[in-house]
């Protein structure tokens, strides 16, 4: 069964602090990993997506990277408004069908 | 922005009644895919239509379905609501099959 896990379940930074965000997977053959980042109450907001061990994407403070068996979400000088919970998926070669399986996600809190 | 719509915003319901939740995908989008959240569980895939054919099914209750209609739009029936239905409900769609583009999502409470 496909998994994946995210770690931390939360995490408080200072403005400026960067850190880093885990996702850790098992799948039957990947197609492709997925980041997202959700405010409260709202939809998922399609971050990035990552398709083969040393693939690496960036978008403005936020940079992804993968290996075979893991994502991490590198966030450089975070500020207020990167408070979010941010998810991790994963797509699998399986039979056709195109779900994405979830981790539960890392809540992410940036003070100033 | 994503694209996607979803109605209604919040939804209130008593026990063993049924709703229905409608959402129209991105423009061109042909595949469209039904997520549930709830606080313990996360995101979880309901069922995906592609087109207006059933293409994957996930964790669906019996008690819930889903269509796609000819224009694309697709809605998801919920009967016989039990309390632990109560959750967010997601919709995204996908113009291939990759990134999945989702909705603002339907707050269903059941009393």
């Known amino acids: 069964e496909d998994q994946v896990t995210q770690s931390p379940e939360a995490l408080r930074l200072q403005e400026g602090e960067s850190s880093s965000l885990n996702c850790s997977y098992t799948?039957?053959?990947?197609?492709?990993l997925f980041w997202y980042r959700q405010d409260p109450g709202k939809g998922p907001e399609f971050l990035f997506t990552?398709?083969?061990a040393g693939e690496e994407k960036e978008k403005e403070r936020l940079k992804a990277t993968l290996t075979k068996k893991e994502s991490f979400l590198h966030i450089t000088a975070p500020k207020p408004e990167d408070s979010a919970t941010y998810l991790c998926?994963?797509?699998?070669?399986?039979?056709?069908?195109?779900?994405?399986?979830f981790g539960k996600g890392t809540k992410l809190t940036v003070n100033p | 922005d994503s694209g996607v719509t979803q109605t209604p915003k919040h939804l209130i319901t008593a026990t063993g009644q049924r709703v229905t939740l409608r959402c129209s995908p991105r423009?061109?989008?042909?595949?469209v895919y039904w997520y549930q959240q709830s606080l313990d569980q996360g995101l979880q895939f309901l069922i995906q239509?592609?087109?207006?054919?059933?293409?994957a099914k996930g964790n669906i209750l019996e008690r819930f379905s889903a269509q796609q209609f000819p224009d694309l739009h697709s809605e998801l029936n919920l009967s016989s609501l039990e309390l632990g239905d109560s959750a967010l409900y997601f919709c995204?769609?996908?113009?291939?099959?990759?990134?999945?583009?989702f909705g603002p999502g339907t707050r269903l409470t059941v009393t």
């Open positions: 995204a769609s996908s113009a291939s099959s990759n990134e999945q583009y």
């Open positions: 799948v039957s053959g990947l197609r492709g």
């Open positions: 990552l398709y083969s």
């Open positions: 998926a994963v797509q699998a070669e399986e039979g056709g069908s195109e779900k994405l399986v």
């Open positions: 423009s061109g989008d042909l595949s």
């Open positions: 239509y592609y087109n207006g054919e059933e293409r």
